[in-house]
Nanobody, 112 residues
Framework: QLQASGGGLVQAGGSLRLSCTAS????????MAWYRQVPGKQRELVAS???????TYADFAKGRFVISRDNTNNMVYLRMNNLTPEDTATYYC????????WGQGTLVTVSS
């Protein structure tokens, strides 16, 4: 089970750090990822990170977001900088490709 946290209300230009806690070992999972979803829109991939910390980002995240993972403590993080109102969404962590278990996610609201 994966639990995302760290969301909140932030002004445009601000930063947030999201955390994802896994209840079981992530070591066997190669790709972990962050996704986001705006109501009425499809969930989209934000960033992925391999077991060896190779990362990929969606175009909108490049240069602003940083994904990282701590396999020892079963954690995945997403540092988000220079946030814009368009980043407002519920953020989820899940393997890539994702499992059916999405959890509640964490809501990020960016005010203009």
């Amino acid at each position: 089970q994966l639990q995302a946290s760290g969301g909140g209300l932030v002004q445009a230009g601000g930063s947030l750090r999201l955390s994802c806690t896994a209840s079981t070992s992530m070591f066997s999972i190669n790709l972990m990822a962050w996704y986001r979803q705006v109501p009425g829109k499809q969930r989209e991939l934000v960033a992925s990170i391999s077991r060896g910390s190779l990362t990929t980002y969606a175009d909108f995240a490049k240069g602003r977001f940083v994904i990282s993972r701590d396999n020892t403590n079963n954690m995945v993080y997403l540092r988000m900088n220079n946030l814009t109102p368009e980043d407002t969404a519920t953020y989820y962590c899940n393997p890539n490709p994702p499992t059916a278990s999405w959890g509640q996610g964490t809501l990020v609201t960016v005010s203009s």
